[in-house]
């Protein structure tokens, strides 16, 4: 069982940047791989981005070069460093983590971009 919390969102203008932060309790974070998904209203959350186990990451193509997923196995902590934010980056933010068939979601963080 893991046990996630997200934090770190906020309002902040197009261009600006914004650090997410998910933390992990219950069982042993470092075998699990992680992700951000996002949710914008009237729409499917979808997969931001994908650390695994190994630290392999993976990025959908709206946000490569701009996102950035880390991990820090020795605090259970996964962060999501966002920068040149957009307004299409508005959604909820969510803190994935997964191990087999087994899945465990954050309540997730709302991000606005807006000026």
């Known amino acids: 069982q893991v046990h996630l919390v997200e934090s770190g969102g906020g309002l902040v203008q197009p261009g ?7 933390t992990a309790s219950g ?19 979808e997969l931001v981005a994908v650390i695994a186990s190994s ?8 946000v490569k070069g701009r996102f950035t997923i880390s991990r ?12 040149s934010l957009k307004p299409e ?3 909820v933010y969510y803190c994935n983590a997964y191990l087999g068939p087994n899945e465990y979601w954050g309540q997730g963080t709302q991000v606005t971009v807006s000026s």
């Open 16 to 22: 600006g940047s914004l650090r997410l932060s998910c």
């Open 27 to 45: 069982s042993i974070f470092r075998i699990y791989g992680t992700a951000w998904y996002r949710q914008a209203p009237g729409k499917q959350r």
């Open 55 to 62: 630290s392999n990451t993976n990025y959908a193509d709206s």
């Open 72 to 83: 820090d196995n020795a605090k259970n902590m996964v962060y999501l460093q966002m920068n």
């Open 89 to 91: 980056d508005t959604a």
